[in-house]
């Protein structure tokens, strides 16, 4: 009688583990990126005197993102109070995730939406269609390490674990401790799990400013959300509570 062990896999990252890596992210910003202090001030010097003063109190950026546009730059300049897949709370510097797709990054983005809703039923979701921007940038680096492959795949029930980010956490810890530039995962969120990729390092950037805007419309209606892309697009969208595991929203007593 024979007996069959699981497969092995890896979980502490090693410099022998790294893989040259280059491709074109995405990543979903709110169309409020437009800069907002531009209501505030009378003209463009005041607006410019402005922008510096706010700047001045912020948290220190790290070297290798003090050139980039804001859009690329802020993920790195700041910790949270809440945790993120392969970053703890008040870690910093901060991560710039991003996906493989736009369709991963619109399922990510969708995610974070819902789990909100579902969350804080007193928050009333917007009536109104929220417009948002689908950016790219492409990356270049030497020194990624892929939990899609080996020796860490097999660890894919760590990985992939929908709110334990424990295990993801602990390896980012390690990974920053070797000078890995990036971990490319697989999306939790994306119903076909397609790779997300988490930055660590803003010199991979080819470019300083992000690319290929393209406009997409959120309407959160009857418990579902949906993503338009914007004209010529016939792009589509659409995502229940339930899609991620979600409870659906419950409406709070004595409101219509």
């Known amino acids: 009688m024979s007996m069959t062990t699981a497969p092995a ?14 491709g074109k992210l995405w990543r979903i910003v709110e169309a409020q990126h437009r800069i907002s202090t531009n209501r505030l001030a009378a003209g463009a010097e005041d607006q410019a005197l402005l922008e510096r003063l706010a700047d001045d109190v912020k948290p220190n950026m790290p070297v290798a993102a003090r050139d980039l546009h804001y859009l690329l730059a802020t993920p790195f300049r700041y910790g949270h109070k809440s945790s993120s897949r392969f970053r703890r709370v008040g870690e910093k510097p901060g991560i710039f995730y991003a996906a493989e797709t736009i369709d991963t990054a619109i399922a990510e983005t969708a995610y974070w939406r819902l789990r909100f809703y579902s969350r804080s039923p007193e928050a009333q979701p917007p009536s109104t269609t929220v417009e948002h921007s689908a950016i790219s940038v492409s990356v270049s680096m030497d020194r990624m390490l892929d939990l899609c492959a080996q020796p860490f795949v097999g660890g894919a029930s760590l990985w992939m674990s929908p709110d334990d980010y424990s295990a993801c956490q602990l390896f980012a810890v390690e990974a920053r ?16 799990h397609r790779a997300n990729v988490a930055l660590f390092d803003a010199s991979v950037f080819h470019d300083r400013e992000p690319r290929n805007a393209q406009t997409w419309h959120f309407r959160y209606e009857r418990g579902e959300l949906t993503a338009f892309g914007a004209f010529p697009s016939n792009d589509r969208f659409s995502f229940r509570p339930s899609d991620f595991g979600l409870s659906a929203r419950r409406p709070v007593a004595g409101r219509g």
């Open 9 to 22: 896999f890896e979980q502490t990252p090693k410099p022998e583990h790294f893989r040259v890596y280059s």
């Open 177 to 192: 401790l070797i000078e890995a530039q990036a971990i490319r995962y697989a999306s939790v969120r994306d119903p076909q």
